[in-house]
């Protein structure tokens, strides 16, 4: 079994930054995929970024490019998102996840584990 914990989540104003941080514990076997979704109240969860096992390769939604930036310290089991210039609309629960058996981000659904969310407000 593998628990992901997320942190780094708080209120902000618009412009300013934040950094999540995800670490996965319990029985992980490499390689796997992970990735940052977030989910607003009444909204279907929507994938943010992702990177591979080796963090070669990352892969962002169009509305977060040029602002986050994901990474992963594999030593640690840790992955992480830069959040910078932040906007009143980025505002809501950020979910890790992780998966197996994946090259390239897969739909949601096929995701293994999912942490508990943390919760990004930013105020305008």
């Known amino acids: 079994q593998v628990q992901l914990v997320e942190s780094g989540g708080g209120l902000v104003q618009a412009g300013g930054s934040l950094r999540l941080s995800c670490v996965a514990t319990?029985?992980?076997?490499?390689?796997?995929?992970m990735s940052w979704f977030r989910q607003v109240p009444g909204a279907e969860r929507e994938f943010v970024a992702g990177?591979?096992?080796?963090?070669?390769?990352?892969y962002y939604a169009d509305f977060v490019k040029g602002r986050f930036t994901i990474s992963k310290d594999n030593a640690k089991n840790t992955m992480y998102v830069q959040m910078n210039n932040l906007k009143p609309e980025d505002t809501a629960v950020y979910y890790c996840?992780?998966?197996?058996?994946?090259?390239?981000?897969?739909?949601?659904?096929?995701?293994?584990?999912w942490g508990q969310g943390t919760q990004v407000t930013v105020s305008s």
């Open positions: 996840a992780l998966v197996y058996d994946a090259v390239t981000p897969p739909g949601s659904s096929d995701y293994d584990y």
């Open positions: 319990g029985r992980t076997f490499s390689p796997y995929f």
């Open positions: 990177i591979s096992w080796s963090g070669s390769s990352q």
